[in-house]
Every structure is written in C-alpha cells, then in structure tokens.
C-alpha cells in the first residue's frame, strides 16, 4: 500500500491524468476464473459519469474502459488485468489561465512544492477523474466477490448535503437509486435539490456525508494490527479525492458514548449462530469482521473549485483573486457514492484473499 | 503496510501479547548516526504507562524499554532496532474466567471466529498494551525528527471526554501536561476529573477524542494517490485500539461547509512564504503538506471491559452475564495521547524519508 | 516486490499477454523533472525488438511504446508513468493446435495446474513478450539515472551462447553494438552466426549467458539484508524468462577459490578514494556498492517452443507429440541483453531512491 | 521484501548484530493452531550452531532460541511470532583492533562509506551470526509446512568444497547426515575433511557449493512475474551472507544445452499425475512448481576473515596489513547447508500462503 498503489493481495495501481490522453487502473492479484467483461465494469462507471444531470458537472466523459489484458475467454486468467478510460472532453484551454496561479484549497500549490512542477490540466493527477479508475477496479473487486460469496451485498449512499441530513427513520433502501443523490430519504431529496441549485447559482459548492454497507461479510475477515479491516477502510477512504474525514459504526459519536451503551450484546440466533443487540460497532471488533453490517462514513469537503473569487497568489509570489472557471460539481460527494463503494469492495476483497491465505478461511466453531 | 507492519520506509512491527514474557517493536529503516539511547525511549513509555493516577488502570507495569539492536556507541546505524518491554505484573488468574467467553465490544468473539483459538490472557494480542510497542517506535522517530527536522513539534491532547469538550476559547498549549488528562483547558480539567470519578464508582466506562497536532513540518511531504499524508495518518489513528473515527482538518464537520467557507485563502507572507488565512484543511493539500499545522482528530470509544453486567455467550453457545474484573482504564482515551503522538511522528518521518527518497527533498520555488 | 511489481521506491508493474490487445507497465515513483519522451523509449526497445535479422523470430513488432501519464511539457511529474505498446502481429492462428496441449519445458500445465485455465494464445502473460514492458521501465530507469548520476554506464553483452564462449582476452567495448550477438569479441561473432543457423537448421535452440555491467555507480548503494543489492540484482535476472542462473563477481567459481585469492585487496588511489586490486566481489560487498563495476551474470535456457518433436501430454492427460510451429528464436538469449539491461537501471535507480530516502545521500568520510 | 524483511504472506524481519545483547527474528503470518515450541526450533538452530567440530570457528554459542510472543498453549495463535536468540560468546576485545581498518573482502567499508559509522564488533549486522535468525524463522515455516502439507521434505547438503566436487553416482540421502559436511558421497567426506584441515593450517579459507531440494511441493505455487518461485529463491539465497551465484535446476549449465536436450518430457504416470522423463527445470516452470523436486545451489564465497595478510587501508586512508584474527570458519559454507533449508522453507511456505489466498488452491484438472 504505497504511493500510487492499495491493496495487500488484491492490488490495483491507478494511473492517468484529468487531461492526458487516458486514465486507468492496474489490477494484480484478482482469482482466476470469474467472469469479467467491460460492460460488467460500465455498469459501476457510468453511476460515477459526469454531465448525467443538473447537479454533477456538465463535463461529458463517456468513460468507456477497455479491458486490456487479464481476461481471457470471458473470465479472469488470474494475472494483472489493465483497464484504460480515454479522456474525450479534454477542454485544457478552460484551464491555460490557472497554470501560473494556485486555486485556494486545490492540491495545486502543494503539487508545485513538492515536484517543482505540475500538470495544472484540469489539476492533472489531483484530478476527481482518477476516481473513474478506482470505480473500474471495484468492478473487478465487485465481480470476484459475487463468484466467491454472492450473499454480500455493497450498496453507498448519501445521507447529508451540507446543512441537509436525512431522517433515519425514513431510511429506505429502495429509494436509493431513484434519485440523483443516492439518498436513503425519498422524502427529503427534492429539498435537496432545491438547496443544491441554490448554491450553485451562488457560485459555490458543498460538502457531504456518505455511509458505505457492506451486508453478509463472514465473520473473521480482517487481522490485527496494521491491517485490521478498519484500518484498511480508513485508508480506503480517506485516499479519496476531498475526503476529510471516516468513520466506522458510531464513528466520532463514540466519544460520546459510555461502555455500557456502547456495548452490542451477543445473543445466539435460532440458527446457531452469533447475533448482537447492536452494532455500534459498525461490523468489526479488533480489526475483524464479527458478520454484522460493516458500515462505514466519510465525508467530503466540498468542491474548492467554485466561480465565487478567493484571495491567492501566483507562482511568482504575487497576489491575485481566483475564479476557478470550467465545469466543476455544486457536490462532488454526489459521485463520490460509487467511488465509496468501489474502495470497499476492493477492502473487503482483499482481506478475503488474505484470510483465506493465511487460515485456509477455516473458521473457530461457537455452540 | 501489512499485518503487524506499519509504515513505508520507516517502518515498524510491534510484536507481544498482554500477558506473554514480553512485547516490543522492531523498528527499520531508520536514518544512521540518530542519537538514541533507552532513556529518550523511556520518558515517552512513561506518558502511555499505567497506574499513575486513579484515572487509570491500576495495573503496575514498569514498561522499562532496553534497545537489543541498531543503537552502537548512542547512534543508530542505519540497521533494525529492536525494542523490548518485558512484562512484569502479568495476574493472569484474572482472566481465567473469561477464557471460554466473549466480552461484548471486545475482540474475543472474532479472534476466536478468525483463528479458532485465542491468547485470552488478558486479551492477548488484542490488549491495550501492544500500543506500549507503538510509542517505543514513535520515540524513535522522534529521535529522527529531531535530527532531521528539529524545528518540527508535535503534541496530543483530549478535546473531549465523553459528554464533556474543552471550550476552544481556553486552549492553552502550557496547560496540556499539567493535568491527569492532557487537557489544554485548564479550567474544564477538574471538572473532567469528577465526571471520570463518578463514571468508574458506576461501573462505566466513556469515550474520548484526542487532537494531534504537527507544527514546522516543511511544504510538499506526502505523496499522491494511496499513500498521501492524510491516507496515512487515517491508517494510523485507525489502527490503535478502539479507535472509531479519524478526521483531517475539518474532519466530518467539512461536510456542512460551503466552498467558499472552506477555502484556505492564500498569501505571501513578509518573510517570502505563502500563509494561509485559516487550516480548513488541517494542513494537508493533495495529500501533501501545505507547511501549516498538521491537524488530526480519533474518536476512542469506551473501554469495552466493564464491572457492570452484560449479556453474551460462551464458545458452546450458551448465554452468559459477562462482568469483566481485572483493572481496567475508565476512559482509554486518556492513555491514548501519546500513542496517537507516536502514530503521527511515525508517519511524519516516514513521509519525510519517502519525498527525499524520490525527490532529493527538493522544494518547488514560489516568489 | 509482489506479484507482477517488481522494486521498491521505484516500482513498476507489468500487464498484458502475447496476443492480447497491448501490454505495457505502470511505472510508479520516478523522481520528478526528468526529461522524457516516448522516442528515448524506443531507443531501448528496438533493440529488443523481434524481427530484425535472421538469427532472431520473424515476429514483426513494431513495439512502438506510448506514454499514457506521468510526463507533462517532456519531463516526469513524480506521478504513475504508464507506457502502453500495442500488440500488432498476432497470428493466434498458429497457435490454435497447442490449446489442449502443454509444450515440455513451457509454462503451459503450471499456469494450468495453477489457475485451471489459461490464454494459450503465444504463451500468454508467460510469452517472452513481457520482457518488453521491462524493457521500457527500464527506458524511464535510465533516464532518471541519467538525470541523477550522469556519469553512470549500464552495458549488457552475451559471453556464451550455447557452447560457444567469447574469449576474454579479446574483450572489446566498441564490438558489442557491432554484430548481431551483442558479443564483445569481434572475431568470434562470424563463428556463432554460422553456429546459430545450424541449430535453427536442426530444427533446435540454444541457451546463453549474458552479462551486465553498471559502470560509475557511487559507493554506498544498497541495504543489508534482505533488500541488498545483489539481492535485489538476483531476483531481477531471475525473473526474466526462461533464467536458471545468476552470478555476482566470481559467482558459482567462487566456490572453488580461496580466501586469499578471493580478497580484493584495497589501497587508497592518487585521486583519494579506495580502489582495489581486483573485483572478484562484483562490486558488491555486504549488499552494498564498493564503487567497483557492478557485475551480473545470467544464463538463459534455451527456447522450449521447438520444431522438433517431443513427447508430452493433452489436458485430458492423453499422450502427443508436441511440434512447436510460430515463430521463434532459436537463441532467445540474443534479445535478453536488453532485458538484463534494463533490469540492471531499474534496480540501481530504486537502490539509489532508496539510500537517499534513509541517509539522505551522505557518505562516510575516508582518508 | 524491503530492507530487514523477507516475504509476502508468511514474512519475517531479522535484527541484530553479532556482538549485541540478543538477535532474533520477528515472523508474521503464520497460520495459526500450528504445534511448535522452541525445542522444535533449537533442533534446526544447533544444526548451524558454531563450535561443534574442528571444521567450524571455536566461537561457543548456544544459540538458545526464546519464543516471546505468539503462541498459545503449545500452538501459534496468527500473531507475530518473537523468536529472540541472545549472545554470550562475546569476545570484543578480538576486534578492537579492526574498528579503524577495513578487511578486505568484507563488508566493513561499505557499511562506514553508506552508514558514515558501524558497529565493528564481530562485524556487527553483517556478521554470519544473522543467519542463525534465519534458521530460527525457517523452523517456524516447516512446523507450518508440517501442519498444512506433510509430505512434504527439504533438505540440503554440500556439493562441493573448495576444488573438491562430490561423485553425483554416489549420491546417499542418508550419508547427509553422518558427516560434519552434510556431504551426500559418503565415500569423499574423508578426503574432504583432510583438504580443510590443509587449509585451515595454511591460515586460509574455502568457498563452497550447496543445494537444496524440496521434495513433496504440489504443482501449481508459485506466481508470475515478479514473485515467481524461482525468483524468490534466487532472493532468498543470494540474501545469505558470502552467495555469489543461484542456480535452478541446470542454472549456468542450461546455456550450453540444445532446447531438445533441455525439455522435460511429460507423460501420465500410472497414478494419473503428470510426470517428467527428467528434471533439467529444478520443478519449476515459469515460475510456478511443476509437483518434481525443486533444485536450488547456490555459491558461497571463501571467509574473507583469514589469518593470512592482506594489503588494505585503514578510515583515515592510510595502508595497512590486515590479519583477521579471531575464531573462523575456513569453510563458511558447512554453516549455510541449515541457512539455505531454512530460507527454502520460508519461500515455499509463503507461496503456499500466497496460493491458496489467489486460487483457494484449487488445481486445474489434468487427464
């Protein structure tokens, strides 16, 4: 897990720049023998597209990505698979006046201290785009774990745009994918989508809250102490572009809590096997899964690429005000849903082969 | 970064269990010629160490720390360094009891579902007490830091202890190691200590969020996808026990922001340096250092071990009250400070290695 | 060093099959500003390429190498370099009759018995093509050690070719880009290139040793114990295809010398660093560069795909007789210079990234 | 596999230097529930132990093997595994006069021109003494290797001593043992113990040849490309103080035979597996086992620490003559015979590891 690289024995590296010719994604160590083509992988990509509605940036990327190698009479021959993503809608004149200037809260002037240089298109490697490249290779990890255990299920969604949250009670899996912001609360979306425009004619943009599930994860996935599951999943997410900040079960509202309220009794279920009261414990204990919801929050900043000017400076040290132009998202949390999902299953993937690696996926009896 | 392993090029491996002969770490890669003796080691162990005060476990452990290896005539040699904690106060009958239960909200259940046994041993390799290692290998890095980057601070301290935060308004730096708690407002501190009290008299147990701070750490280290500065101090924090949620910056409250808000303005300062006019960011663009404060924030939950009864099963199955004796802390969170140190001057120089390994430490020019 | 990734701070993965769409690697952490275009690339690989001259197949690729990422207005960014070549000759027709058979001496029944399938077509992912994606990496590899450590020299050259040897009186720089054989001694090319047409005659092939020699590279480079440069050096060649052997300094010889005849002796020169009386080591002392020539030696088997008959068996574990029609080189050794080379490059600049990263550079001072 | 640590899934870090307190070796990823205790391991470690014989340097050490973490009433639990080996045998005072001068062929002056300082007791962490660490973890890898595949056998012994080979007709697995050279020709292990004792007297030393076969390894380890079975072993041997040339199967030799001379026939044995009319490719073909014996040699350099005199310099640049005193081994190689079963063991082990995690070892069906 190092530099351009995640994963311990599912890897992927991703490559590629917002404005270069192709973006993509380097997976290593996937099993033989699942099914795997590009239309599998579109599927997951085109939940991540921009330009689908009025609330993602209007930027039209088709986003096609072709399997390059790897794959071999319709399923994975267990050597690395190359997905590439070509960029079309390359507008690089949109950004000819930033090259010079650093865009506030943009990874622009840390970029130029670091390398001494950048690829200022479209912020080349700092780019959302790359994200495209993770959701190809959590197509892989999405279609290795359907062949391996079809019961678990992944499903991301948002459950706050800026100020706005949604009403648990109102949680409905169902609603998720029939609006344009994958919110659980079918009630409070068309408020969302009020405030969402309203902040974009106000030339700014806003950040989210985005809860990943996974559902059916065997118990015992995951290993102490640096690569516990948790670990691992903070990593994941907080990899992502304008991530600040994960959280696993209660998260921060743990603090809160005390030992006895927080503690998810264990019961045995009619079918012999543990079941708890609760899970504030969001699926894991000791960096292992315990066969619970794995759930886990992250949220996203919002977009520092807004028209709205902001005091900065130039490369040559002298003062300016930025309007960051182009086409950028009110929310980019809204795409970051499928970019959630990918890094999870790509997490829960590996800590599958890894278990397996080491125990055989043997698993200590209870009752 | 993988298993027991943490870190890129400075890395560790802690090793041990609560109630073996012995834990420690060892430690790799670490500059030659770092002025090192166990002493430096020690005056940090003595932070984490416990039965200091009646806010802590009452468990009397030494953690005296001797150097095997990598240390020749008080410098380092650029070879491993192995660091050992022998332990002394090991009342293993205390946990006998629990050798055929599982502790709710503790890691029993999934490392007996993992491996199909378990050092049950006063948690075995689960303990609170391997993060000892931690902060043996921390005062390393420190001892590095300081070497390489001796302007460069870095120091925890509790925000918040359960139901109670600080009042930012108070913050006080000098107040911080003046107080049971590593509290930085020195008038909320007394006040903590009765709400502690009252929680242990009531069998309980509270939550906690620590605060690490990185000041003077030079522009441009980090790196750019899957080991950025923040991915990597996610994984940190994630990784110490009981740890719920990691924030950078804003952390999870970045979601409500507005761009606008969010946005660290940009500017020349007097001395030729580019200032910001706020650290939304937490000192971290990109992945990489901006030069500002390093800010990290971890939500610890409340000690799972617990006098007060609760529900739970045995191996064979059958349902049990579990009332976990031994001596345990009332609120972690506390004894987490200067692991959370250790985690994050670990990272720091390990970040610091990294960028002058691939760029020589050169600096992109402003101004 | 995992799977299909070979280095550590400068890293590359390689992807693709013989016959597929395109191959290519993903080169990560190569420092940033080095000057690069996809020409000086394929400087290196039209030296590898097949094609060119009767003693090699008459596959004709042009192996033209696309830069997809990582270099922005001709210099390196510091971010993933992905170079693509796409594959253009690919007769799969001519490998149609081996899908239900394994050619004796070939990867067929591992990748079979290993992963219940494979892409037969040309050997898939275990063809010699692979070796051009090394080739490539190692392009990037020596324009970063250009940019570093001008001085430094990496020339390969085969030594024997089946039982033919070069005499080393007779060694002569300037001869090896002059014949067909990259043989450093002149009068003996004319002999193998009648040696070589007789077995490709016979319907056979032949091995060779190649050696390669890294000229210039400072004292100091290298790491004990598991990530020595000879080690690492040692993996390298081992993993290029159809290597049985590799040898540093005196190698296998070593075995029947004596200590006194093995000690480079060391005197300080005119110039005022440490020379020595002889280079039996390689270079290499402790893991670690003396400032001597580096120098690697490797045989390669000869190729197994021949068009005499051989007895083997089908997947269904009937007998055959296996006649390996295509195109192929009877001295497959030819095109491993390159290869070697560019595995030389590849590990001395991750050796030279990773001793700046832990020592920043510096040296012990002598004399 | 960086710096100190060796291996993927089964890995291990050696630390320590000849004449500190204590070495030792830290093993994570063993399988849990595997038998072991440190009698198991002191049964391999007094194979390589010192002093046992005339043959061997006089240095007493018992190389008694702790075991400080990770196991659990007589088993491994999945956790790292502390092996802690301590040194009593101490003589600095042998060395005192080396710590100004380098001794040819040794790793003294690298060390001081990387590290700028070394710890010139007994040659620190490049004494020979770090192998006895390996020997430890390699213990570990069989009981595993025991647990998970019984049939499995590794052994090595001595090929050649010096100018002295062994009569491969001669060739008897139970003479290994009988003989203070782990020399399979009972009938030539007089003689040879006649050559060393010449040489000793001559107050010079000897290099030597080993091999290392693994009988018993199911077809199907192992990995394309870069973590290829050969690869690995060739890593894992070169890595061994002294080794200056692997070899697999025929290794230098494969460059002198005829692709018709070099294929290994496969036919159906009458169990319905496949087998070889011979074994030119040591059991490995692209990377992967073929289920025959694996073959591994590799050369050991004559001790460079002889009494002989030897022209060098000392730190300040100044020449000198240098005699090793202290107590040698005039055949280091006799030692490396347990060294390279050990790192056999831990190669095949992780390979396992790594198997069964991508595949879940499944086997594509052959007949």
Redesign the interface.
Known sequence: ??????G??F?F?????SH?????A?V??????VPLDALMLQNWLDKRRPGQNKNMTQRQEPDAV?I???V??G?T??????L?IENTDQRSKDYGDIAQT?R????D???????????Y?GG???SAR?TAARVAAGGVARAAIHALAPQMQIKGYMV????KTIDRSRFDWDAIDQNDFWCPDAAVAPEWEDYLQA?RKDQ??????IEVVARGVP??????????L??????A???INA??????????????????????????SNE?V?VY?SN???G????????QDIVV?F????????L?P????R?????TEVVTKGRHDPCV?IRAVPVGEAMMACVILDHI???????????????
Chains 1, 2, 3, 4 share one sequence.
Request: proline share 5%.
């Open positions: 897990m190092s530099m351009n690289t995640f311990h024995l890897r590296t991703t490559w590629g720049e270069g010719p192709a973006l993509g380097t290593d160590g996937c099993p033989p023998g072709r390059l190698s790897g071999f009479d399923v021959t267990g050597t690395p698979i190359q590439m650093f506030p809260g943009h990874a002037i840390t970029y130029h201290q670091k390398y001494g240089l950048r690829d298109r080349g490697r700092s790359e706050q745009m800026g100020a902040i700014n943009s806003v950040g989210a809250i118990a015992g996935i995951g290993a102490p102490i640096y690569a516990k948790d670990t691992d999943l903070a990593a997410m907080m990899s991530v600040k900040g994960v959280e696993i079960g209660e998260g921060m509202a743990a603090a809160a809590l005390t030992g006895r309220d927080n503690a998810d009794e264990i019961f045995m012999g543990p009261s504030h414990s969001g894991i204990l000791g960096g292992i899964s315990t066969g929050r949220a996203v900043k919002p977009t520092s690429s807004i709205s902001r005091q900065s400076i490369i040559d040290g002298t003062p949390g082969l890894l278990d397996r690696g080491q125990t055989g996926g043997a698993r200590g009896k209870i009752g």
